[in-house]
């Protein structure tokens, strides 16, 4: 074999084995080849008579050497692949192993439907089960099965999408739970996320608890006791003769922080987010830029028709909140688009008023409370959306004794709006 030949098969033999997968140490195997390539190209020509005899030892104990490499790649390689045919073995997607997911999955939703109380048809009723049944059918049907079969991961991907639809299963109480041991404090976007899917599955709730509630309904007038609240609301303190099953759904419901109400406006009783422990850590378990979006799961709706819910003060303090959010988190299509809806509603209230608070007085000249509450909107030395619009008003205002503004006049629903998408690129001058 002439050194030439024999160079290039070892350098044949090693690309050899960096495409074959093994897990035995071949530094020193690779090692040895390059220090006999760099051996052989290190020989020079010299006048004397070499020894071929020599030679051919030399190149037959490498020789054997590589045929032992070859074989030991070899074994390797048959070991390994021996290996991940077991490991092929042990994934494959059995009929029990399908029936054992189909059992978790019904375990886990079983188990919310009695934490609320509720009879499957109802519980049915709440779109996030509706979504999570959807999600697990649509991982566990024979098409996504047979990918799930042909996939590299097999039974484990397809554990993995169960789990998925088992997460979405969970109840907003569990949910607070799991923040609290993994706060969201850092993480803006992951914030977003959570309190998009917590705002859901309240909502949820909230629209089942009133529909029990319209069953209901003479039954609770007749065994509820009223109690004021620190931000002026009424709560409902229900009775134990109340019917058995209403009993027990607003139990459940109180666990994920849902209480009765009676409406200041129609003096209805509805179910509303109450300002309970778990509200609490929630708001300080999430990036402090969110936490408007967490207000929001409290205090909303922001008006009963045309009337503000809240205090003009509260009203003030909202929508200045409301901007700090909107300025700074990401724009989505959930929270984000809801939070900015409710945030021109109370603006455009707070400047033209409503039916029960008229912006102007007997003398034509805007009320002294109104004056009030626009400069505190169009605080700072920063421009702001709310300082853009507002400030030429009180100019212009204050020039004619508070009697009008061409501004004012022609100050239309949509102006805030785009006033928050300059301030969003930050060309506000």
């Known amino acids: ?153 097999g039974k484990e991907g397809l554990a993995r999408d169960v789990e998925g639809a088992i997460l979405a299963l969970k109840l907003p109480s569990e949910m607070v739970e799991t923040l609290k041991e993994n706060p969201l404090v850092g993480n803006r976007e992951k914030s977003i996320e959570f309190l998009a899917e917590y705002r859901d599955k309240i909502q949820d709730l909230i629209i089942l608890d009133n529909k029990v509630l319209d069953e209901h309904r003479d039954e609770v007038i007749q065994n509820s006791v009223e109690s004021p609240t620190n931000n002026g609301e009424v709560i409902i303190n229900h009775q134990s003769n109340y019917p058995k099953q209403l009993q027990q759904i607003i139990d459940s419901m109180e666990k ?55 205090s003009l003060d509260k009203s003030v303090e909202i929508i200045l909140s409301m901007q700090h959010t909107l300025l700074n988190v990401e724009k989505e299509p959930t929270l984000y688009s809801i939070m900015e809806s409710y945030f021109i509603t109370i603006f455009n209230n707070l400047m033209k008023g409503s039916g029960d608070q008229p912006i102007f007085n007997e003398q034509g000249q805007v009320k002294e409370e109104y004056r009030d509450l626009w400069r505190k909107m169009a605080v700072g030395e920063r421009m702001t959306p709310l ?36 301030g969003r690129d930050g060309k506000l001058k």
Not at 391 to 417: G, H, R
Request: net charge negative.
């Open 256 to 310: 994920q922080s849902i209480h009765l109400y009676k409406n200041k406006y129609t003096d209805e009783i509805v179910s509303g987010y109450d300002d309970s422990d778990y509200y609490h850590q929630v708001k300080n378990a999430v990036h402090p830029d969110t936490i408007s979006y967490v207000e929001m799961i409290l205090q909303e709706p922001y008006t009963f028709g045309e009337n503000l819910k809240y």
């Open 1 to 153: 074999m002439e050194n030439n030949d024999f160079e290039k098969r070892l350098g044949f033999l090693k690309k050899s084995y960096e495409r074959v997968p093994s897990t035995f140490d071949s530094e020193k195997v690779l090692r040895k080849i390059d220090e006999e390539t760099n051996k052989t190209r290190e020989e020079k020509p010299t006048i004397k008579k070499v020894n071929k005899f020599g030679q051919k030892v030399t190149v037959w104990v490498v020789s054997i050497a590589s045929i032992f490499i070859i074989g030991f790649i070899s074994v390797a390689y048959m070991a390994e692949q021996h290996t991940s045919g077991e490991q092929e073995v042990q994934s494959v997607i059995t009929d029990d192993y399908l029936e054992k997911l189909k059992e978790d999955y019904t375990f886990e939703r079983e188990n919310r439907r009695k934490l609320l109380g509720l009879e499957e048809g109802l519980f049915s009723e709440l779109e996030f089960i509706g979504y999570a049944d959807m999600n697990y059918s649509f991982v566990t049907n024979a098409d996504n099965i047979e990918r799930a079969k042909s996939s590299a991961e």
């Open 387 to 422: 300082k853009y619009v507002i400030n030429p008003i009180i100019e212009e205002m204050e020039a004619s004794d508070w009697k009008q503004s061409k501004s004012y006049d022609a100050l239309d629903y949509t102006d805030l709006k785009d006033a928050l998408v300059i």
